[in-house]
């Protein structure tokens, strides 16, 4: 399949604000919220609309690909192979819900399971971050260097609070060893935070849309995503994602052994 990567990225960026314009504008209205697999794991109306959005863009410029989305208005995916689109209306909904702001938008592209292209838009902030490994990547239309390679203890590492309040995995051993933790509660703002070079990694119990795009764009920046077990992101279930500078990964191991 040939694929032409600038062309993506730029409908993505086209999406992605549209997007985020509808998001911003709808924030007077009053939102419908229900709840998916428990009272802190909240969709609204929005989300909905959102994807519905996302899918029907998806389908007339690209009918050959999949779509993985978080609300399921795509398709059943059981394997990674040929285009797909992963896409998460609203990340952080509790956020989008409480705080109205702290959330963003993002859609993560992959052909037979290899990064080509992601975009990620923190609503409020109006900051978008787009790119891959064969385009470079832009903030708001600024390239972006490749990270450098630093100590742990330099950086921050954003974190899933019941990951470090548990110790889970030994993720608050790993903190200590940092300069300290942050809690932000949306993965596209924390994988922001690392591409823009204010964190150095970022780890979290994620689902598929939730680490596509931060990944995609990552892979061009020098910044690794592993599993628990070290491998690659399977892209077709939950897991605990290690992400970050490959210092993150290597201090996680150790504490692993």
């Not at 109205?100 to 923190?122: C, H, Q, R, S």
């Not at 995995?169 to 690392?194: H, K, M, P, Y």
Request: charged share 20%.
């Amino acid at each position: 399949m040939k694929l032409e990567p600038l062309k993506i990225q730029h409908d993505l960026v086209a999406w992605l604000t549209v997007a985020g314009d509808k998001i911003r504008q709808s924030l007077t209205e009053e939102l419908q919220v229900n709840t998916k697999s428990g009272r802190n794991d909240l969709v609204t109306n929005r989300d909905k609309e959102i994807e519905r959005f996302y899918v029907n863009q998806i389908r007339t410029y690209y009918p050959e690909a999949r779509i993985y989305g978080e609300e399921g208005f795509g398709d059943e995916i059981n394997d990674l192979s040929g285009l797909i689109f992963f896409v998460d209306p609203i990340d952080g909904t509790m956020n989008f819900v409480k705080q109205k702001e702290n959330f963003a938008t993002m859609i993560g592209v992959y052909l037979d399971g290899e990064p080509i292209v992601g975009g990620i838009l923190d609503v409020m902030a109006q900051r978008l971050v787009v790119g891959g490994p064969q385009t470079g990547v832009m903030l708001n239309g600024r390239p972006l260097s490749k990270r450098p390679s630093l100590d742990i203890k330099d950086g921050l590492i954003g974190v899933n609070s019941r990951m470090l309040s548990e110790n889970i995995n030994q993720v608050t051993d790993l903190i200590r060893l940092s300069s300290g933790a942050r809690i932000t509660g949306s993965a596209g703002v924390e994988f922001s935070q690392v591409i823009m070079g204010k964190q150095i990694g970022y780890i979290s119990n994620l689902s598929p849309w939730d680490v596509a795009a931060g990944w995609a764009i990552a892979s061009a920046l020098n910044i690794e995503a592993h599993t628990i077990a070290g491998q690659r992101p399977s892209l077709l279930k939950r897991e605990i994602i290690i992400a970050g500078i490959p210092t993150v990964w290597q201090n996680f191991a150790k504490l692993q052994s």
